[in-house]
């Protein structure tokens, strides 16, 4: 039977260990997703759904560093008294609690926005299309499952910071420019440090998404969209060239459309960096044929902090996936439309 194949993307600052295979918050998402689905449709969820955990912040094979050890470096090297702050004595960390909070806030989370948006090797970048396409701790990545099985296909669930890398990713796979990769190229003349990321697995070469010999699979593979917590809409502003204009945002472009395709946008209105997403796609009229859809809810808690952070287990994002999820599996079942990986050698 073919398997619908949920990719799940951490934000920032998580997990807050980078040797963890993936977030546990993720895994809690699924358990709900698993006795909702089985509960309202009679069918066990992993007979039709598999989980592929991401974790961006894994330092790459014989790369030097990840993206999390320089963090580190610079965290120690510039707060040394914060540095053994969790074994100091209970009233040094009482004093040194505000400083050790803000800062390591600014370092291990914001550093994560300001390192994704590194105009030159983007390891965040890299790291994230490497495990999608070959795979991660049980995950054996599209490479294999899409051409292994004709008819699997793939949804994508992100958090947070998450959302903008996994936009990112379907925004350059659906815009059609293969002028545009998605990674920055590499340029050793430039920056010899790239002669770490070149040829890393020589008999294994990471294709681009955009790779016009593979991007008609992916395209035709994807069905959803499911985006929690989101700052989307924040990050446009890193695009002059849709608002230095006279009709700000106009051009603004929504990558999942189509019939048998959708967006669910779950924000709670005091989450910081949630955005509602539906009236600013909608200032370009081509993507009212999208179907992007926007969930407002309330994740209970301490305002600002647990706003961001209890989507995984609110009844209205595990509702909501399932009723989506669950009315694609008879599609799934029956499809007999030739996939395109039929016609695509995987290289």
Not at 143 to 169: C, P, R
Not at 259 to 281: E, I, Q, S
Not at 290 to 299: A, H, I, P, Q
């Amino acid at each position: 039977m073919s398997k619908h194949y949920l990719i799940f993307i951490h934000g920032m600052g998580e997990p807050q260990n980078p040797d963890q295979v993936f977030d546990p918050s993720y895994e809690q998402l699924w358990n709900r997703l698993s006795k909702k689905f089985q509960h309202q449709t009679g069918n066990l969820f992993t007979s039709d759904f598999e989980p592929a955990y991401i974790n961006w912040h894994q330092k790459l094979g014989d790369v030097p560093q990840s993206v999390s050890d320089v963090q580190t470096l610079l965290f120690e090297d510039c707060y040394p008294e914060l540095k053994d702050y969790p074994k100091q004595s209970l009233f040094q960390r009482l004093v040194k609690f505000v400083p050790y909070k803000a800062h390591s806030f600014a370092t291990f989370f914001l550093g994560d926005v300001i390192a994704y948006v590194s105009k030159d090797v983007n390891l965040i970048r890299r790291t994230l299309w490497e495990q999608i396409w070959f795979g991660h701790g049980e995950w054996q990545g599209l490479e294999k499952v899409l051409q292994a099985d004709n008819d699997a296909t793939y949804s994508i669930v992100a958090h947070s910071l998450g959302s903008v890398l996994a936009f990112d990713y379907l925004h350059h796979l659906f815009q059609g420019n293969p002028d545009d990769s998605y990674l920055p190229k590499l340029n050793q003349a430039e920056r010899p440090e790239d002669r770490h990321l070149q040829n890393r697995e020589p008999q294994r070469e990471l294709p681009d998404p955009t790779d016009p010999v593979i991007s008609p699979l992916l395209q035709e593979r994807f069905r959803y969209f499911f985006t929690l917590g989101a700052p989307i809409g924040l990050f446009m502003l890193r695009n002059g060239t849709l608002w230095l204009n006279d009709n700000p945002f106009q051009k603004i472009f929504n990558p999942v459309r189509g019939c048998d395709r959708g967006w669910y946008n779950f924000y709670d209105p005091m989450d910081a960096v949630a955005f509602p997403l539906t009236r600013l796609f909608g200032r370009n009229i081509g993507n009212w044929i999208c179907k992007l859809e926007d969930v407002s809810l309330t994740n209970f808690g301490i305002p600002l902090a647990h706003s961001h952070t209890g989507y995984w287990t609110h009844r209205k994002v595990v509702s909501k996936m399932v009723d989506v999820l669950s009315s694609s599996v008879p599609t799934q079942r029956s499809s007999s439309t030739e996939s395109v990986s039929a016609k695509v050698q995987l290289v």
